[in-house]
């Protein structure tokens, strides 16, 4: 069993290690636009994640699977380290929630990819910066890596619930 929770630790860090770059990643994604005005000439714009709702909600699901995570983390690190769960009683919910937290991160890295190609089809980039969309992609691309970290996870989480709790006789 000792192998399955220090897999399980690897996988929760490396989860938390990229939910934690992809919100750094989108967060600091910007960029500036000229625009040509008929009145006003050029008008610099500036735009970043906040101006499009598939990229915010993107910073939603891995900023909540970041502080998931973490606190997944810290208990894989005491299950690991002595062997035994934090509390027995919230094992079940334990693997239910890792389910559960790992699809809304997945969905999140989905609606970041779908716009990234969305806003690729525009005529020419008319709206946004390709610097800005390849930083935006490899933001979805750390939330589809911590996606798979947890699901893994959630499965490896399972089989140490099943082994230890159901089979014991």
């Given at each position: 069993?000792?192998?399955?929770?220090?897999?399980?630790?690897?996988?929760?860090?490396?989860?938390?290690?990229?939910?934690?770059?992809?919100?750094?990643?989108?967060?600091?994604?910007?960029?500036?636009?000229s625009v040509a005005s008929v009145f006003h000439?050029?008008?610099?714009?500036?735009?970043?994640?906040?101006?499009?709702?598939?990229?915010?909600?993107?910073?939603?699901?891995?900023?909540?699977?970041?502080?998931?995570?973490l606190l997944q983390t810290a208990i894989a690190?005491?299950?690991?380290?002595?062997?035994?769960?934090?509390?027995?009683?919230?094992?079940?919910?334990?693997?239910?929630?890792?389910?559960?937290?790992?699809?809304?991160?997945?969905?999140?890295?989905?609606?970041?990819?779908?716009?990234?190609?969305?806003?690729?089809?525009?005529?020419?980039?008319?709206?946004?910066?390709?610097?800005?969309?390849?930083k935006a992609n490899a933001a979805a691309g750390?939330?589809?890596?911590?996606?798979?970290?947890?699901?893994?996870?959630?499965?490896?989480?399972?089989?140490?619930?099943?082994?230890?709790?159901?089979?014991?006789?």
């Amino acid at each position: 069993m000792g192998c399955l929770a220090i897999v399980n630790l690897l996988l929760r860090v490396l989860s938390f290690v990229c939910l934690a770059t992809s919100v750094t990643i989108l967060t600091t994604s910007s960029s500036d636009m000229s625009v040509a005005s008929v009145f006003h000439g050029d008008v610099e714009v500036k735009y970043g994640f906040s101006d499009f709702y598939a990229y915010r909600y993107m910073l939603a699901c891995s900023g909540a699977g970041f502080v998931y995570s973490l606190l997944q983390t810290a208990i894989a690190i005491i299950h690991a380290k002595t062997g035994d769960c934090v509390c027995d009683k919230l094992s079940l919910f334990d693997v239910y929630a890792d389910k559960i937290m790992s699809m809304i991160v997945g969905t999140g890295a989905a609606a970041g990819f779908g716009l990234t190609v969305d806003l690729n089809r525009l005529p020419s980039r008319a709206m946004v910066t390709v610097d800005f969309l390849n930083k935006a992609n490899a933001a979805a691309g750390f939330c589809l890596a911590g996606f798979a970290c947890n699901m893994i996870s959630s499965f490896i989480s399972f089989k140490i619930f099943k082994d230890d709790y159901l089979y014991d006789c």
